[in-house]
């Protein structure tokens, strides 16, 4: 496992709190290695952060992409869950148009940082610098 193999996915919170054994394992399994947990509380999910050989390494300073990162779960005769597996799948970002750029995703959910020239999608976390897009026209 290498530290450049940075990720961030997201969990339902009800998962977390009522079968943690099988996040737990779930962790296990992918060998993660969390370096943030932050409770998303308009949408009850917790977002993860962290390390994992199911991750592409990446620069430092790059963006952390996303991964969708599926928990299977099977269930006893008495109804207990039983961890399976876990399929991680890394999210690709949507390419913005040209004419789109300008204005932002298709999303209407943009947060402008103006110190810093960033614009960031709220929904899916495509960020692009403003003051390039402005010079591209």
Not at 40 to 57: A, D, K, N, V
Not at 73 to 85: F, L
Not at 109 to 122: N, P, T, V
Request: glycine letters at 6%.
């Amino acid at each position: 496992m290498n530290s450049q193999q940075l990720g961030r996915f997201e969990i339902k919170e009800e998962l977390v709190r009522e079968n943690p054994e099988i996040v737990a394992q779930a962790f296990a399994d992918m060998q993660f290695v969390p370096v943030k947990a932050e409770l998303m509380f308009c949408s009850q999910r917790i977002e993860y952060t962290g390390i994992s050989p199911r991750f592409e390494e990446i620069e430092r300073g790059t963006i952390i992409p996303e991964y969708r990162v599926d928990i299977f779960m099977s269930y006893t005769e008495g109804c207990d869950p039983v961890y399976t597996e876990t399929e991680v799948k890394r999210i690709r970002p949507h390419i913005l148009e040209k004419s789109e750029a300008a204005r932002g995703c298709t999303h209407s959910k943009w947060k402008d940082d103006i110190q810093s020239a960033l614009r960031e999608c709220l929904i899916c976390g495509e960020t692009f610098n403003l003051l390039e897009q402005i010079k591209r026209g």
